[in-house]
């Protein structure tokens, strides 16, 4: 049971307004839902919540709107036109947008979709609605910025370098691209097998991108790839021949001053013991005049008591 509870996805409505061509999505609250995994035409939407949680939201701003819901998919599934034309009672042209919560995902993990009536070419078949995907992003207005930086502002890791971040950067546009290759190979897979239908936009889409690619086969590019190559790695040798010259003459002076300060050092103990030595002549010197003016002494004593 425990495996069921985390397996089911989580719907919710989204809020927002739409200008200029533009539909931003400011606010959310989720709503009850629940759905039999075994047949996915039975589901369940709290309506009433749905009503109360929007009539409370509206006294907080009134200009947000429904402009559709969410679902943590992270695919989309076949209820989901159904559920969709639910929300036209709420917004004209509402969206869906799948968020992914899984863990190893290092991409945006929105994805936005609206409906669109889809007509077959032979007319064999009647009108129905699909999803099309909506290009979205993922923004801050700009008082929201100013208070992010803001509290950033002390929590940045002065440790971590630019260079790291830009390469973990980089690795994870990699691994969103190795990503979306195997959805697209997984997708041409099936398409041969026959368990899917071949889809012309599609397909138009990727023999685009595919035009897109140089040809490796030209001997001009293939020239011009290895000179690039040749510099780059001419620069990346010169930096670390001159890393190492300049961590020898570090050495090398670091040697040189130890040396200077041990030989001062010995100069400074050879002169205190010819000092120590030049203190003790005088020392038995002055010893003896002592004794010498003591005799007298004695001799001035004794001559005056005879």
Same mark, same amino acid.
């Given at each position: ?9 989580? +719907?919710? *409505? ?11 999505? %400011? =606010?959310? $609250? @989720?709503?009850?839902? /629940?759905e039999d995994d075994g047949e996915n035409g039975i589901w369940f939407l709290d309506h ?46 509402? +969206?869906? *947008? ?11 993990? %929105? =994805?936005? $979709? @609206?409906?669109?009536? /889809? ?7 009647k009108q129905q609605k699909t999803f099309v995907h909506v290009p979205n992003s993922i ?55 026959? =368990? ?111």
């Open positions: 049971m425990q495996g069921d509870e985390e397996n089911k996805r989580v +719907v919710g *409505v989204l809020l927002g307004e739409q200008r200029k061509g533009r539909l931003d999505v %400011t =606010s959310s $609250f @989720a709503v009850p839902f /629940e009433s919540y749905l009503e109360n949680m929007y009539r409370m939201s509206k006294k907080i701003s009134a200009k947000e709107k429904i402009v559709g819901w969410y679902s943590t998919g992270p695919k989309l599934r076949e209820s989901d036109i159904d559920i969709h034309e639910l929300f036209y009672a709420y917004a004209a042209e509402p +969206v869906l *947008v799948i968020v992914d919560v899984r863990a190893e995902n290092a991409n945006i993990p %929105t =994805s936005a $979709f @609206a409906a669109q009536i /889809e007509v077959k070419e032979d007319g064999t078949e923004e801050a207005f700009e008082a929201e910025e100013i208070g992010v930086e803001h509290l950033l502002r002390d929590v940045k890791d002065n440790t971590v370098s630019t260079l790291s971040t830009k390469v973990s950067e980089k690795l994870q546009s990699m691994r969103g691209l190795k990503a979306r290759l195997e959805e697209i190979k997984s997708y041409m897979d099936k398409v041969v097998d026959g =368990s899917l239908p071949m889809n012309h936009e599609i397909m138009g889409h990727l023999q685009n991108a595919f035009n897109l690619l140089p040809n490796l086969n030209l001997e001009e590019y293939v020239r011009g790839f290895n000179v690039s190559s040749n510099d780059a790695m001419l620069v990346i040798y010169l930096s670390s021949l001159i890393r190492s010259v300049i961590a020898l003459h570090d050495l090398i002076k670091n040697k040189a001053e130890n040396k200077e300060r041990e030989r001062a050092m010995d100069e400074r103990a050879v002169k205190d013991a010819e000092g120590k030595e030049n203190e003790k002549p005088e020392k038995d010197g002055a010893e003896k005049t002592s004794n010498a003016d003591a005799e007298k002494k004695k001799t001035t004593t004794a001559k005056d008591t005879a």
